[in-house]
């Protein structure tokens, strides 16, 4: 037993430490950079980024002795990346290698605490738990394997969910802000408890296709805060250090657990769930929720969750941001029937609002970088109901785009590569008419026209969030609501009616703001009333429940329902564990900084025998080294293979797409030992026998080099992209010498007789200069949860292959589509896939016993499934198949194995083609054909949170009446 568990934990441990060798992506060549350095940080920036660099140091300054507090040991040394280009917001630690990475685009719905101060407590405590990692038995592993030993012993045994929780429990306890304390980050769970449908552990981890629950972000809070509360603070802190010392073990982190608390994570999770029941139940004993009319449709099944957020007023109809499971995020119009049509699907939404006004409707998107991964726009859209067009208003990056009064200019928060945020005031044909810049340490969102001349934004600084209004003609400033920290967000304006939604008393509820600054409250929301817009003396906002938020129409009057704020109490009480709060975010100037070349390409992270193999991430049992540089733009591996295949005895592989033009060079050394003394037949000879002898080593010398020119360019509902390329392989392979003697054979006395013929002869050595050309391009749709595929889509693969040089091997033409369908039912998928090659015979070789051959290239498209390869001048090939989801159970089997869907593919695959004609064969035609059926399922094992889709194929081979089975399996990271 112990024998078996050791060897499925050293699988999944290979399995984890491939998915650790991850990059980003790329910033822009043009990037100069510069950094700060300290005995405890470097950050690495953009020249133009000082200031943001010197208030994410002073961050982390104090950091180093605050953010580390509840895990008893402050955080090692860490390389800090600061993206200066991106256009959405996110920040991530990775191991391996090492590092962090931020992006500076601030979150539009964020918390009241500023986008950098947010940004480097969660990540600062990222690194705090990985620190923790590196004593024990893994500081051992360490030794032997690098960084990636320490992603492996994470990725094992310490859940997502903590990591995830305890960083936003930290950034809760260190500021008045984080999302611990933001009641829209609460509501989804409360909502669920409160129904009575609070998910399982393995529901809450790895999600589901049936139902819609919170991530692991939200319950990784509930159960860390809870815990925390329950059993003390340093709980976490030894279950990690557990996985640490004792990562020999089978189970360190729930033996911790239940050593400290007499729980095992799950039963943990259970028992922090009741906690925040009770709760909550305490808090909803006596609410009663404001009146109101159902504009959208009422949903009864949790199955068919649908939140329709954001609505404006168009005529008599409402315009609306349609989000579900089982449709792409789209625009909406909802009739005043309840009946909804759909308008249009916009690409990624960064702050999931837009604004309307007369015909036009305003928004921002997000767009990927042509080139750069690491850098995008958030240009600003524009839809016109008359002429039902869509075009591009102003490419930059922007947010929360709002439409004058008069209807000719739009106000937007613009976010300028350095990280400062503006306030701007644009044309129709983007021209930039006013521009009011914030320091680096605040943040501004939801702009909105108080008038022609006034334009009224949420401002978020150290005091908290505030309403600000600024004057576009005088710039003259003043303060419509006083700073609070509290979550202020979704300002609206119309017709003088100031409202905004805002989470005061622990839910958020709308709010109208008087000439004196005063709030005043009109709902009573259960679970939270958000995005409301006064429309003809009537209130228009999104109403939350467990099923999603729906529209609805109220009265304006004033609530006055006291709230009791669970999410606060908490908050506050874990803020006790702490030595006190993060200072305010400030840009003095506290660090010298210094030039950080681009030049700097190697940076080894992990070695041993593991996966080293940086271009494909491949595990194999190699002698090596792994390094990749901070910009995640330079990889290189060098191994040796010691599991006794020489074939790729030495290898080295070198990544470099830093250009835009992405290079790749990899090096092979290897040889094979032919040993052979035996009787074989032999045509050549009277006799039909020789003795055939041999004895060499043939070496195998390759190199390669590739060049790929990825270009991206979605938008709205549609991914594309198109990836030119070549390579150039160059292989040599040493000749073989033999001898061939004619022999007598006596078959019943099982002897042989010498004769005197024999042959001395040799296999040439071959030198083989392959060039492949190649063209990708496909253009898909996106994809909505519950789909089995992409509904709508077209993939063209083209690739040309000779050797022009030295060995001939012939050409080789190919081309192939993958079209995609939508199903008879939602959520199916046809696909098909129609593809074909020609190929040319290049020299003819003889082998030992002298049988002619010529050299050729292997099949470059698929052939039927279940049918085996057949040697070919030219081949046609069609794949058909039907795949639908059959169940999505989340079915828990113990610890053991979550099965979140069991689909099935129906398929038809043919093919046809002409065989290769010899000097002894002359070519025929030959067909192919297979249909048959595969079942998968989605699954995920020992609680991992890698999905392994497997599955078995049942073939059936019409021209040989046969059938066969095999097994499907996959893993993604």
């Known amino acids: 037993m112990k024998r078996l568990c050791a060897i499925v934990i050293l699988t999944f441990a290979s399995l984890v430490v491939r998915a650790q060798f991850y990059t ?46 509840t895990m008893g040991r402050p955080a090692r040394h860490l390389s800090i990346l600061m993206h200066p280009m991106a256009a959405y917001s996110n920040g991530l630690v990775v191991w391996a290698p090492a590092r962090a990475e931020l992006y500076n685009f601030s979150d539009d719905d964020g918390d009241c605490t500023p986008w950098l101060s947010h940004l480097a407590i969660h990540e600062y405590r990222h690194n705090v738990q990985m620190s923790l990692l590196h004593q024990g038995f893994s500081r051992f592993l360490y030794g032997i394997f690098g960084e990636q030993a320490i992603g492996a012993v994470v990725g094992l045994y310490v859940p997502r969910w903590l990591l995830e929780g305890d960083a936003v429990a930290t950034e809760t306890a260190l500021t008045r802000g984080g999302r611990g304390r933001k009641a829209s980050f609460m509501q989804d769970m409360h909502a669920l408890m409160a129904a009575g449908r609070t998910p399982t552990y393995d529901e809450a981890y790895f999600g589901s296709f049936r139902y819609k629950f919170p991530d692991y972000y939200h319950s990784g809070y509930l159960t860390v805060a809870a815990t925390r509360l329950r059993f003390g603070a340093d709980v976490w802190a030894n279950a990690i250090t557990n996985c640490g010392r004792k990562s020999y073990s089978l189970v360190p982190f729930n033996r911790s657990l239940r050593q400290q608390t007499g729980l095992r994570k799950v039963s943990l999770y259970n028992d922090a769930m009741r906690y925040w029941q009770h709760l909550y139940e305490l808090r909803d004993a006596d609410i009663q929720a404001s009146a109101y009319d159902n504009i959208t449709p009422i949903i009864t099944k949790p199955s068919r969750y649908c939140s329709f957020t954001a609505p404006q007023v168009h005529g008599d109809d409402i315009v609306a941001i349609r989000t579900s499971q089982s449709v792409v995020e789209d625009f909406v119009v909802i009739n005043r029937d309840g009946k909804v049509r759909h308008l249009l699907t916009p690409s990624t939404l960064n702050d999931l609002t837009f604004d309307l006004r007369g015909d036009t409707m305003v928004w921002a998107e997000y767009r ?16 016109d109901f008359a002429t039902k067009t869509t075009r591009k208003v102003a490419n930059g990056r922007f947010s929360a785009p709002a439409i004058s009064p008069n209807g000719n200019s739009i106000a937007a928060i613009r976010t300028d590569s350095a990280g400062f945020q503006h306030v701007c005031i644009l044309t129709f044909d983007d021209n930039i008419t006013f521009c009011h810049r914030l320091p680096i340490t605040e943040n501004a969102s939801s702009p909105q026209w108080l008038d022609e001349a006034n334009v009224a934004y949420i401002k978020t600084s150290a005091a908290g969030k505030s309403v600000e209004c600024i004057n576009i003609n005088t710039y003259d400033q003043r303060t419509l609501a006083a700073p609070r920290h509290t979550n202020l967000r979704f300002l609206r304006i119309r017709s003088g009616n100031i409202t905004i939604t805002d989470d005061a008393e622990g839910t958020d509820n709308i709010y109208t703001i008087d000439a004196d600054g005063s709030l005043h409250r009109i709902t009573t929301a259960r679970f939270g009333a958000a995005y409301g817009i006064i429309n003809n003396n009537k209130l228009i906002y999104s109403n939350y429940s467990d099923l999603g938020y729906s529209i609805v129409q109220a009265d304006t009057a004033e609530q006055h329902y006291k709230y009791i704020n669970v999410d606060c109490a908490v908050a506050d009480s874990l803020a006790q564990f702490e030595q006190g709060l993060m200072p305010a975010l400030n840009d003095s100037i506290a660090h010298e900084d210094g030039s950080y070349s681009r030049a700097h390409l190697i940076n080894i992270h992990s070695w041993g025998p593991a996966s080293v193999d940086a271009s494909s991430s491949t595990v194999s049992s190699r002698i090596g080294i792994a390094s990749q540089n901070l910009f995640g733009n330079t990889t290189v591996s060098a191994s040796v293979d010691y599991s006794g295949n020489t074939d790729e005895l030495l290898k080295a592989v070198v990544s470099y797409n830093a250009l835009p033009v992405r290079l790749s060079l990899s090096a092979i050394y290897g040889y094979a030992d032919y040993k052979f003394s035996g009787i ?20 195998n010398k390759q190199l390669k080099i590739s060049a790929s020119l990825p270009l991206v360019m979605n938008s709205g509902a549609w991914n594309r992209r198109i990836i030119p390329s070549v390579a150039f392989d160059h292989q040599r392979i040493d000749g073989v010498e033999y001898t061939a003697q004619e022999v007598s054979v006596d078959t019943r006395r099982k002897l042989y007789i010498p004769m005197e013929n024999s042959l001395s002869t040799a296999i040439a050595e071959s030198n083989i200069n392959d060039i492949q050309y190649g063209i990708y391009a496909h253009i898909m749709r996106r994809t909505a949860t519950r789909d089995i595929g992409t509904r709508y889509g077209l993939a063209l693969r083209l690739n040309y292959r000779h050797t022009p040089f030295a060995t001939n091997y012939g050409n080789q033409k190919s081309a192939a589509a993958y079209i995609y369908l939508p199903g008879m039912v939602r959520h199916h998928n046809i696909s098909l896939y129609i593809a074909m090659q020609q190929k040319s015979m290049g020299e003819a070789y003889y082998d030992m016993l002298g049988v002619e051959h010529n050299r050729n290239y292997g099949d470059n498209i698929l052939r039927p499934r279940g049918c085996s390869a057949v040697s070919n001048r030219e081949m046609q090939t069609i794949r058909a198949g039907y795949s639908l989801p059959i169940i999505d159970p989340d079915w828990s089997v113990g610890p053991v194995v979550y099965i979140k869907r069991i689909g099935a593919t129906l398929f038809f695959d043919a093919a046809r083609g002409r065989t290769y004609s010899t000097a002894d064969t002359e070519s025929v035609r030959f067909t192919q054909q297979s249909t048959g059926v595969e079942f998968f399922a989605t699954t995920y094992w020992l609680r991992l949170p890698y999905p392994v889709t497997i599955g078995v194929r049942t073939t059936y081979l019409p021209d040989d009446k046969q059938t066969k089975s095999e097994a499907l399996f996959s893993v993604s990271f």
Do not use: C
């Not at 020249?47 to 605050?66: E, N, S």
């Not at 074989?680 to 070496?699: H, I």
């Open 680 to 699: 074989v037949g032999d045509a050549r000879f009277e006799s039909g026998y020789s003795l055939l002898t041999y004895d060499a080593r043939r070496k």
């Open 24 to 69: 980003t992506g790329v910033d822009p060549l043009r990037t100069q950079w510069r950094s700060i350095n300290t005995p405890t940080y470097r950050i690495v920036f953009a020249d133009y980024q000082w200031q943001a660099a010197q208030a994410v140091a002073q961050q982390f300054d104090t950091l180093y002795t605050l953010g580390s507090t």
């Open 368 to 383: 990927q970088h042509i080139l750069w991964e690491n850098a995008g726009w958030s240009p600003i859209m524009m839809y």
